[in-house]
Nanobody
Framework: QVQLVESGGGLVQPGGSLRLSCAAS????????MGWYRQAPGKQRDLVAA???????NYVDSVKGRFTISRDNSRNTVSLQMNSLKPEDTALYYC???????????????WGQGTQVTVSS
């Protein structure tokens, strides 16, 4: 079992910046992919950014050049630096990871509880 705890959300004006962080804890042998998803009211949960254990990254087109994802494998954390924020970025942001158990070599998916990001004047 893996627990993911997010932090860093809040209210910011358009053009401002926020940094989201997520820490993984619990019982696991390794973490493969970590990432961030977001969900606005009435819409589906969509990928924002993801990063593999090897450092490969993937971003949704709307945030390229503005958001940067990074991870620290030694601390089992992932962060999302969000710059030049727009009202369209307003959503509940969820941390995600895929990890293998400590005893069974089965990969499972885990989600954080979500942290709210609101971009408004």
């Amino acid at each position: 079992q893996v627990q993911l705890v997010e932090s860093g959300g809040g209210l910011v004006q358009p053009g401002g910046s926020l940094r989201l962080s997520c820490a993984a804890s619990g019982s696991f042998s390794s973490i493969n992919t970590m990432g961030w998803y977001r969900q606005a009211p009435g819409k589906q949960r969509d990928l924002v950014a993801a990063i593999t254990s090897g450092g490969s990254t993937n971003y949704v087109d709307s945030v390229k050049g503005r958001f940067t994802i990074s991870r620290d494998n030694s601390r089992n954390t992932v962060s999302l630096q969000m710059n030049s924020l727009k009202p369209e970025d307003t959503a509940l942001y969820y941390c995600y990871c895929s990890a293998r158990g400590k005893y069974l070599l089965i990969t499972r998916e885990y989600w954080g509880q979500g942290t709210q990001v609101t971009v408004s004047s």
